[in-house]
């Protein structure tokens, strides 16, 4: 009984995660698409776009808010996610498609996350995106290359921006409203199937009782 429960709680907190980070995916990619109408992807103005957006926009400020607040929430609950699906493990189909999945958006997140460091062309973004461009150069064999598709060249500059801009709003964030899709689907799967087999359960032990109340007659 007290396993039993355990499952059940582990499972349904699973499913309400996976609705608050489809709720999370949407709030960030919609306050993006606002965002992205007066957003300049340029080195040296995409800081006072940003400023401009916060300061002269009606509610700029709080729609620039909720992106920041919704993106950085979308990878806190992902990872939450990845621990409670492990505790509350169930090796079927639709439970790998949920693990898969969350991982994988949990990863994306993180992407999203580390995209937006030049995005606003801030002297700590700058310089944090410098050492790990040198991190990422480092890289054996395909170090380089990666370098020069992230930067569009070698040097950070507008080309840069907009080639982290464009990873950050058209794939990565289209990606992460697919696996959010894709997780949540997942989990409702496996809810379905453990209802249909705990009714079958049900019905198996009462048939049992009455086969053995029917011999004791
Ligand atoms: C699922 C969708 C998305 C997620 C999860 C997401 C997540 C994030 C995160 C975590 C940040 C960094 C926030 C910080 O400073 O801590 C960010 C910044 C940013 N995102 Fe997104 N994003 C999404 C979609 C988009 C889209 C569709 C656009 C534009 C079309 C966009 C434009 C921006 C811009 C301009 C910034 C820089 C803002 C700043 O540095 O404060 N994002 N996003």
């Known amino acids: 009984m007290k396993n ?5 709680v582990l499972r349904r907190l699973a499913t ?20 992205s109408f007066y957003y300049e992807p340029v080195a040296g103005r995409a800081y ?23 993106g950085n929430a979308l990878i806190v609950t992902a990872l939450i996610q990845i621990v409670v699906m492990f ?23 993180i992407g999203l996350s580390w995209t937006a460091i030049i995005l606003d062309w801030s002297q700590v973004g700058y310089w944090r ?7 990422i150069e480092a890289i054996p064999v395909i170090g380089g290359s990666l370098r020069n ?21 058209y794939l990565l964030s289209v990606g992460a409203i697919a696996l959010a899709i894709i997780h949540l689907w997942g ?12 009714i079958k359960a049900a019905a198996k032990a009462e048939q049992l009782q009455q086969s053995f109340s029917q011999t004791l007659s």
């Open 4 to 8: 039993l429960s355990y499952e059940f």
């Open 48 to 70: 006072q776009s940003l400023n401009w957006i916060d300061t002269e926009i009606i509610n700029g400020l709080l729609i620039h808010s909720i992106h920041d607040l919704a």
């Open 129 to 135: 995106f410098r050492i790990e461009l040198s991190t």
């Open 187 to 198: 989990l409702l799967q496996q809810e379905k199937e453990m209802k249909g087999n705990a």
């Open 16 to 35: 309400i995660l996976s609705v608050a980070i489809i709720s999370l995916s949407v709030m960030a990619a919609v306050t993006g698409v606002l965002l």
């Open 87 to 109: 505790l509350g493990r169930e090796f079927r189909l639709s439970w790998l498609t949920a693990w898969v999945s969350g991982i994988l958006l949990a990863l994306t997140g």
């Open 149 to 169: 598709i992230l930067t569009g060249g070698g040097a950070v500059n507008t080309t840069t921006v907009a080639h982290l801009y464009t990873i950050h709003s």
